[in-house]
């Protein structure tokens, strides 16, 4: 059974940083690319940033290139996206995702089969 956990969530000042991290079980990062889409309330699901396999290559949304960050830790099958600079347009419930292999963009939501629950970040002013 494939489960994605995304923590490190939680409320920060305008400026400010946050890690977030997603634990993949049942498969590995060896041979999955990750991903990270955020939903603010009654916006879509937005792309935010991805890894391929391995760590291989990044991609990142305009939106938050040069403050936000992806990185891969095969051993821990963890996914961890780096926040800094925030600012209050952040704010949305950020969800992680999974996919075998990838070499693309990976800036679909469709092209991902594993999501986990979500984890809520809120940007104050």
């Known amino acids: 059974q494939v489960q994605l956990v995304e923590s490190g969530g939680g409320l920060v000042q305008a400026g400010g940083s946050l890690r977030l991290s997603c634990a993949l079980s049942?498969?590995?990062?060896?041979?999955?690319?990750g991903g990270w889409f955020r939903q603010a309330p009654g916006k879509e699901r937005d792309f935010v940033s991805a890894?391929?396999?391995?760590?291989?290559?990044?991609y990142y949304a305009d939106s938050v290139k040069g403050r936000f960050t992806i990185s891969m830790d095969v051993a821990k099958n963890t996914v961890y996206l780096q926040m800094n600079s925030l600012k209050p347009e952040d704010t949305a419930v950020y969800y992680c995702?999974?996919?075998?292999?990838?070499?693309?963009?990976?800036?679909?939501?469709?092209?991902?089969?594993?999501w986990g629950q979500g984890t809520q970040v809120t940007v104050s002013s």
């Open positions: 995702a999974a996919k075998y292999l990838g070499s693309a963009t990976l800036a679909s939501e469709n092209e991902y089969p594993y």
């Open positions: 049942g498969r590995s990062f060896s041979t999955y690319s």
């Open positions: 890894v391929t396999w391995s760590g291989g290559n990044t």
